[in-house]
């Protein structure tokens, strides 16, 4: 057996293979050798040969990316391979069964599979050079890969000047030219970058922790690039924290079940006031009924031109039936006086029905509802609203500005302009008399006070 | 609220759409300027330990919204804290994102803000940004409304790879259960609308226009989060495929979310049901199986032990054995065992040679699946009466069982088992 001499490249090979088969050099009767491995045999040289071989193109094809693989055997197969094309195998590359063929094309698929990773995993950092922008990457590919796979990168990041580098070869583009130079250690690549922070973020909160399948992600992210890829990072404390996030949501949901029922359910349609309060006295549709004296409903004529709505009832409201007859209701009607708006030719109601509270020490606090209580009982204030159709709606502090609105609408942006809502042609927002009395100072609680007064003047105008 | 605790708000709030796909689309690179490229096949540019794959850059603009669709994290009556991104905040997202080759793109969808037109033009005006002012010739997704005017659609199709619209549920009655401001015929309208102008601007094309959503449209059903069977989600399926020309239909476990609506099952997602219908829809694209042939009213849903192609092999044991070596196309796919990439190499090793089960296992193709259900030249299976004690020997149907716990009361800890 002789030993075949040649560097490692593409064109390399295949002109040392068109001379050995000029020369009838059987598989079985050379070793190919690019320096890499033991040379055991004989060198031989052999002349250069200019015969056209006619080989299918898809070998050609194969063997620019095979020539790739790391693997030694490589040489050997690819010139058996065209060996037996060229003696009377022709359509060997169509027997993908055949031993040699299965071969090539398993080492194909590894430089391929190879090439994809690449493409999919570099991750560039960004870098300053002499006052240019440059985006450097690290990556370390099974096979030797870089040169055929920089093309992609020029296509993709033209306008970027890039490097990657690797232990085998670095590929270089400067927005005009690709240059490749030797490989070069780890440390050379620059190790942090001012988005990767964020990108963890992203990658952590795509995650869904309902769904842990780790041996999927293994299969397309094998632990070998983890140290590569700056999220990966976070996979550890994914994994360690998905079973209690989990359990937490389902916590958080069976207490829910417990409570939930829903959304108010009105009775039928041609109701009118009287008996529409009278159906919520009764009604349990979200848990806050438990905890609450009873239904405080709105009051008020049902010819009322002006309709204000608040946010719940108080402590006092709960307690006597009424709304708006706490400390909030008494800024409520010495504002209204002074504005020129008389209590009992308007309707008041609240966003929420029930009294929301927590118990701290011997008193019940006041807690604001949230999204879901609105949405509970904003049956009954539709239905009342439906029925008053007011022409003229005012919503005292955002939640019932987000009651009204269907969606969060800020106060103090919005407040004191007229305002059109699915409810009434002319809908005001201003803030909740109790805002009021929360004041810093006297100072501030009396030009809070003013601006309230301003607010509801436009009623009276 | 700085750009990451919005984008951990938004990000989360977009995780519950399966599609990340960033294939099929045209050719484009930067030679000439701009930024990005797409070479028709997708790339995952990473995996989360869920198994999925991170491709695209999968955000909302928005997670405010004036609907209450109770499977959904962003109805207007969860309390999910909320965000919004700037339009430029998304582009410079998407722009730093990909220069760093972390993503091939941007997967854009919202929450429904004042009304259905004002987020749709805001969701236009960032794919509008990155291709016209960045040059950006990545991959974009955007999520239609399907209550958006026909002209924002339009717009959304001309910057866009790909346009999709979330059927979201399968039947009527679901939808207006869980989601009363959505309509069927209001989403089938708008998606016949997209197909109308996919078809025609790429019949001008020729005229060298510019491609309409090159990639086409998807959507996406929720499995699970009703008691709709498989039946009624696969011909669903199957219709859309047909008459919307849809490249993809995304079938997405039902999964507990934070806040979920106490309407709504709240279970370990139904994985492995998922799988099966994604395994089916596959059948029916590629395998020329018809969706009745899977399921149907006296077999309403897939089974859960057994993939559907193998179901279907043991319930016809009369199709079997089939010959390797004469055996049509289309005979060979509905062997279990057999995926088209193998049959179709065993069609042209067959013009060269006689196969045999070393052949076979050279492919890689295992040979205890496939041997019940061929000949080769040193093969012949024994008579298939044991098709039948196969069949009555699998385990009871998990299928049931998930909806045996409905809606989520389960005292045996069966609840997330692999959660521990």
Not at chain 1, 365 to 381: F, G, K, M, S
Request: aromatic share 8%; net charge positive.
């Amino acid at each position: 057996m002789k030993r075949l001499d040649f560097e490692p490249t593409f064109k390399c090979w295949r002109e040392t293979a068109r001379a050995a088969l000029s020369a009838e050099l059987s598989p079985e009767a050379i070793s190919w050798s690019d320096g890499e491995a033991t040379q055991l045999f004989e060198p031989m040289a052999l002349e250069s040969n200019q015969t056209r071989y006619n080989v299918p193109k898809r070998f050609m094809e194969v063997a620019e990316r095979v020539v790739c693989h790391r693997s030694q055997g490589r040489w050997d197969l690819l010139y058996k391979v065209l060996w037996r094309i060229t003696h009377g195998e022709r359509h060997l590359l169509e027997v993908f069964s055949d031993v040699d063929t299965a071969a090539l094309y398993k080492m194909d698929k590894e430089v391929r599979r190879d090439v994809h990773k690449m493409r999919a995993f570099v991750r560039f950092r960004h870098v300053v050079q002499e006052e240019e922008a440059w985006y450097v990457a690290w990556f370390e590919p099974d096979h030797h890969i870089i040169r055929i796979n920089a093309p992609f990168f020029v296509d993709r990041f033209a306008q970027m000047r890039w490097s990657i580098l690797s232990a085998d070869e670095c590929a270089h583009w400067d927005q005009r030219h690709l240059t490749f130079t030797d490989g070069v250690r780890r440390e050379h690549a620059p190790n942090r970058d001012e988005v990767e922070e964020l990108w963890r973020t992203y990658y952590s909160t795509i995650f869904n922790p309902a769904r842990v399948k780790t041996s999927a992600m293994l299969a397309e992210m094998p632990k070998k690039y983890w140290r590569n890829l700056p999220e990966a990072r976070a996979i550890p404390e994914l994994l360690e924290q998905a079973p209690k996030r989990v359990e937490n949501m389902i916590k958080a949901s069976d207490a829910k079940q417990e409570a939930e029922i829903g959304k108010a359910v009105v009775p039928a349609a041609d109701l009118d006031l009287e008996s529409l309060k009278k159906a919520a006295a009764g009604c349990e549709a979200c848990p806050l009924y438990r905890n609450a004296t009873q239904t405080v409903f709105g009051e008020g004529p049902l010819q009322a031109d002006i309709v204000f709505v608040g946010e719940q009832p108080g402590d006092q409201e709960d307690r006597i039936g009424r709304p708006f007859v706490g400390p909030a209701g008494a800024v409520l009607d010495r504002a209204m006086m002074e504005a020129g708006v008389v209590r009992a030719r308007c309707y008041v109601t609240n966003s929420v029905k029930h009294f929301k509270w927590e118990l701290r020490g011997k008193r019940r606090l006041h807690q604001t509802p949230n999204a879901r209580d609105i949405e509970a009982c904003r049956p009954w204030l539709e239905a009342e609203l439906r029925l008053l159709k007011p022409q003229y709606l005012v919503c005292l502090g955002s939640t019932a500005a987000n009651a009204v609105f269907g969606r969060p609408t800020k106060v103090l942006q919005n407040r004191g302009k007229w305002m059109e809502s699915l409810y009434s042609k002319q809908t005001l927002i201003t803030v909740h008399p109790s805002s009021i009395l929360r004041a810093r100072d006297p100072e501030q609680q009396e030009k809070a006070y003013g601006d309230f007064v301003n607010d509801l003047r436009l009623l009276v105008r | 609220m700085n750009l990451g605790a919005k984008l951990s708000i938004l990000a989360d709030a977009a995780k519950y759409d399966a599609s990340c796909a960033s294939s099929g689309t045209s050719r484009r690179d930067s030679r000439a300027g701009g930024i990005g490229s797409t070479t028709g096949s997708g790339i995952c540019h990473s995996y989360t330990p869920d198994g999925r794959c991170v491709s695209l850059l999968k955000i909302l603009l928005t997670n405010f919204c004036v609907y209450d669709c109770l499977y959904c994290i962003n109805r207007r009556s969860s309390n999910v804290r909320r965000a919004r991104f700037t339009i430029d905040e998304v582009v410079n997202l998407t722009i730093d994102f990909y220069r760093r080759n972390y993503i091939e793109g941007l997967f854009l969808s919202s929450g429904i803000i004042h009304n259905p037109d004002y987020t749709m033009e805001r969701v236009v005006e960032v794919a509008r940004k990155l291709r016209a002012e960045h040059g950006f010739k990545g991959y974009i997704h955007l999520k239609t409304i399907p209550e958006a005017s026909s002209e924002l659609i339009d717009q959304a199709g001309l910057w866009a790879d790909r346009i999709s619209i979330n059927v979201e549920l399968p039947t009527e009655t679901d939808l207006s259960v869980l989601a009363p401001e959505k309509n069927l015929s209001r989403i089938e309208k708008a998606m016949a609308h997209i197909r109308g102008r996919i078809d025609s601007v790429k019949a001008e094309k020729k005229s060298k226009g510019r491609a309409f959503a090159p990639a086409g449209q998807s959507t996406q059903m929720i499995v699970g989060a009703t008691s709709t069977p498989d039946v009624d989600i696969l011909v669903r399926a199957t219709n859309l495929y047909l008459t919307k020309s849809l490249k993809r239909v995304y079938y997405s476990a039902f999964s507990p979310i934070p806040d979920a609506s106490a309407r709504l099952p709240v279970l370990r997602p139904p994985l492995v049901r998922e799988h099966r219908l994604y395994q089916a829809d596959w059948l029916i694209r590629f395998y020329n199986y018809k969706a009745e042939e899977l399921v149907n009213s006296s077999r309403p849903n897939l089974d859960l032990n057994i993939d559907p192609k193998l179901y279907w092999a043991l319930s016809n044991p009369d199709h079997f054995p089939v010959d390797i070596n004469s055996a049509p196309r289309e005979i060979l796919l509905r062997v279990p065992g057999l995926g088209v990439r193998n049959v179709n190499r065993l069609l042209v090793i067959r013009r060269w040679k006689r196969i045999g089960m070393l052949d076979l296992k050279r492919l890689g193709i295992s040979l205890k699946k496939v041997s019940p259900f061929l000949i080769t030249l040193d093969h012949l299976p024994p008579r298939s009466e044991r098709f039948e004690s196969l069949l009555n020997n699998r385990e009871k149907s998990l299928q049931q069982e998930l909806f045996d716990d409905w809606p989520g009361k389960s005292d045996n800890g069966t609840k997330f088992p692999y959660a521990g």
